[in-house]
């Protein structure tokens, strides 16, 4: 089975202008964006998928969004599939920092990976990656995330699909520094009801606690005095519409 529960530890680190660090736990899916996982129905309130919530949010299904989204980049996915980690819509609300897609053709093999981000701001961007057999890529930093970092720099991003492991690093590299690493470290675990229930006690709530820990992680660092970066308009992606 595609689907998997994967608790996890969030960490970020910044080492400039001034070291700051956290770390958040809570946890994420692994689904089949196509055959996400079945649910009692008194539980699909703690766990829902929903097109408004990736891509331009205007697709008739998750698969639609990813495609419409790779076709605009000269990519066609046909009945290739795809293993999407992300966070559940839980009690109606969802906020996803980052959503990966791994997506591979027909016959199995490797096509590309899409790193899905989402700011506080209600902005999303879409990194199109040609990841190498580690699962790590490089690309230009082109949205406006954190109001204390502009969008100079790239990233050097190590995403392999998750197995039995989840072990995400994403770091910003700007002239030959490396003022900011975000890791994500998590076991699997079966996407079983039960397993959900546990997870709920212990993380009620989840996604409207990631959103409140970001503002006041911002807060605190505002307080540190940490300038804020003016935020650029952000042009919608083809194929984002």
């Known amino acids: 089975m595609v689907n998997a529960l994967y608790p996890c530890t969030i960490t970020h680190v910044r080492t400039a202008p001034s070291r700051y660090a956290f770390r958040h736990r809570t946890y ?13 129905r008194a539980l699909r309130p703690l766990a829902g998928f929903d097109a408004r919530d990736h891509f331009g949010g205007t697709a008739p299904t998750i698969r639609a969004g990813l495609d419409r989204f790779l076709a605009a980049h000269g990519i066609d996915i046909a009945d290739g ?3 999407m980690l992300t966070q559940a ?8 920092p980052l959503t990966v897609y791994w997506c591979r053709r027909a016959d199995g093999t490797p096509l590309c990976t899409v790193a899905e981000v989402h700011n506080t701001y209600g902005e999303r961007h879409c990194y199109l990656l040609r990841p190498d057999g580690s699962g790590q890529a490089d690309t230009g930093k082109e949205f406006y995330v954190s109001p ?10 190590r995403l392999p699909e998750p197995g039995p492991r989840l072990t995400l690093t994403i770091h910003l590299e700007r002239a030959g520094t490396r003022p900011f690493t ?6 699997r675990r079966p996407a079983a009801p039960a397993q959900l229930l546990r997870l709920t006690v212990r993380h009620p709530w989840s996604t409207a606690v990631v959103s409140a820990a970001i503002r006041l992680h911002g807060i605190r660092l505002l307080l540190r005095g940490l300038r804020v970066q003016p935020r650029p308009h952000h042009r919608t992606q083809e194929g984002m519409q």
Do not use: K, Q
Request: zero cysteines; aromatic letters at 12%.
């Open 89 to 96: 819509r839980v009690l109606g609300h969802v906020f996803n």
């Open 28 to 40: 994420l899916w692994l689904i089949d964006p196509d055959e996400p996982p079945p649910l009692p």
């Open 182 to 187: 975000a890791t994500v470290r998590g076991v």
């Open 148 to 157: 204390f970092f502009g969008t100079d720099g790239d990233y050097r991003m």
């Open 81 to 83: 599939s795809v293993r």
